[in-house]
């Protein structure tokens, strides 16, 4: 157990849905990242939160959108589903190394599959 | 902008054998540098970073990764390949500034026969 739960474990949904995948950090973490794990595009960076403040954006489409709540908790959001966002898609969360650098180490959560039929 | 190759998709290797997973990275400034493995069903985990200092990294499970700044790699290798090495290898590369989001390559598959 790396301490980064992700729910659902797995998802199946039509097209045109939107769905909610949540995450919880390791304890003491402040960081939330997303990424999308998918056969042809390998892991994609989608989003990063830092103590409730947006702080960098990847790949993410407009309809895609997360949030991080005061618990630091984060959701991603996920609308007008088409059949290419099936995928695993994993949170991950870090501490911030405290200065101005350091390795960002990530740990990541066990994904939640999303099938979009 | 950053980013990372992984040379070849899949890595077929015997028990007993040595691992070599290749990884270039492309970077304006000197990065950080990790790999990660996935097994079956699971989340990320970390196998080893570079920051600063030796070039030769040790990590988890007798993976090592030497940094390469002349040949911009960072290749993982194990000298003995075990059964339980199966899995799919990660190379990320990150920015030196606080909290920089890693950017991955395709990764790697590693079969192990025995």
């Known amino acids: 157990d790396s301490g980064v739960t992700q729910t659902p474990k797995h998802l199946i949904t039509a097209t045109g849905q939107r769905v909610t995948l949540r995450c919880s950090p390791r304890s003491g973490d402040l960081s939330v990242y997303w990424y999308q794990q998918s056969l042809d595009q390998g892991l994609q960076f989608l989003i990063q939160y830092y103590n409730g403040e947006e702080r960098a954006k990847g790949n993410i489409l407009e309809r895609f959108s997360a949030q991080q709540f005061p618990d630091l908790h984060s959701e991603l959001n996920l609308s007008s589903l088409e059949l290419g966002d099936s995928a695993l898609y994993f949170c991950?969360?870090?501490?911030?190394?405290?200065?101005?650098?350091?390795?960002?180490?990530?740990?990541f959560g066990a994904g939640s599959r999303l099938t979009v039929l | 902008a950053q980013s990372v190759t992984q040379l070849g998709s899949h890595v077929s290797v015997s028990e007993g054998a040595l691992v070599l997973l290749r990884c270039n990275y492309s970077?304006?400034?000197?990065?950080?540098l990790f790999w990660y493995v996935q097994y079956p069903n699971q989340g990320l985990q970390l196998l080893l970073k570079?920051?600063?200092?030796?070039?030769l990294v040790k990590g988890i499970n007798g993976f090592e990764a030497e940094f390469k700044k002349s040949e911009t790699s960072f290749h993982l290798t194990k000298p003995s390949a075990h059964m339980s090495d199966a899995a799919e290898y990660f190379c990320?590369?990150?920015?030196?500034?606080?909290?920089?989001?890693?950017?991955f390559g395709k990764g790697t598959t590693l079969s192990v026969s025995s």
């Open positions: 970077s304006s400034v000197p990065p950080y």
């Open positions: 570079y920051t600063t200092g030796a070039t």
């Open positions: 990320a590369v990150s920015g030196v500034k606080a909290g920089t989001a890693l950017i």
């Open positions: 991950a969360s870090s501490v911030v190394p405290s200065g101005g650098s350091g390795a960002n180490v990530l740990t």
